[in-house]
């Protein structure tokens, strides 16, 4: 089965710019989760969505937002971009909670350049 | 969530198994114990996970101690292409993310 997908891979934007990044989940799964990755802070939590409700946000400004779609298909936007923002944005789905011993399949991830 | 200790590093030869040990002395009995790993320049991938019975799978095997304060992810035989950064992390009852440590670096030598 397609794993998850997400688009683009690359991107460079300038700051105080928004971007869109976009995540497509494995057919079936409800949960999708949305990550950040730097080298400083490593794999940080943005926030989850379940059935197009956010359940579970990070400790991340309000720049940071997300959504999902009724095809579970989810978009996360950062508006007014700032240089430390550059990071690997990585998009996972899931059937359900890992608390309920459930595994996670994460795409690629998008790489943010900020300048 | 509880927090875990892993190695910073390790290193192992090609076609040998590889024990990677997790300490999580502060587990409570609903967490369970997940694996990911990440190659360089991909998301995490997801290995195995358990919450008290040892587990197997295609990819590797999870060795849970009887307390349940420590695991070990077992490689049977370690390749080249199994060289990643392994996390150990404990998910409770009610979590809805995962919470990422430093994990370890696995080096496989040819």
């Known amino acids: 089965k397609a794993g998850v997908t997400q688009t683009p891979r690359y991107l460079i934007k300038t700051r105080g710019q928004q971007v869109t990044l976009s995540c497509s989940p494995i057919?079936?799964?409800?949960?999708v989760s949305w990550y950040q990755q730097t080298p400083g802070q490593g794999l940080q939590f943005l926030f989850e969505?379940?059935?197009?409700?956010?359940?579970n946000k990070g400790n991340f400004p309000g720049r940071f937002s997300g959504r999902q779609f009724s095809n579970s298909r989810s978009e996360m936007n950062v508006s007014t971009l700032e240089l430390g923002d550059s990071a690997l944005y990585l998009c996972?789905?899931?059937?359900?909670?890992?608390?309920?011993?459930?595994?996670?399949?994460f795409g690629s991830g998008t790489r943010l350049t900020v300048v | 969530d509880a927090k875990t200790t892993q190695p910073n590093s390790m290193e192992s030869n090609e076609e040998e198994p590889v024990h990677l040990p997790c300490n999580h002395s502060?587990?409570?009995?609903?967490?369970?114990i997940h694996w990911y790993r990440q190659l360089p320049s991909q998301g995490p991938e997801y290995v195995i996970h358990?919450?008290?019975s040892n587990v197997n799978n295609r990819m590797a095997s999870l060795a849970i101690a009887e307390d349940r304060k420590s695991s070990t992810l077992i490689l049977h035989r370690a390749t080249l292409r199994d060289a990643a950064v392994y996390y150990c992390?404990?998910?409770?009852?009610?979590?809805?993310?995962?919470?990422f440590g430093s994990g370890t670096q696995l080096t496989v030598l040819p």
């Open positions: 057919s079936g799964h409800r949960s």
């Open positions: 992390i404990l998910a409770s009852g009610s979590a809805r993310q995962l919470t």
């Open positions: 969505y379940f059935s197009e409700t956010q359940r």
């Open positions: 358990g919450l008290t």
């Open positions: 996972a789905s899931s059937l359900e909670k890992p608390g309920l011993g459930y595994g996670y399949t």
């Open positions: 502060t587990i409570s009995g609903t967490d369970y």
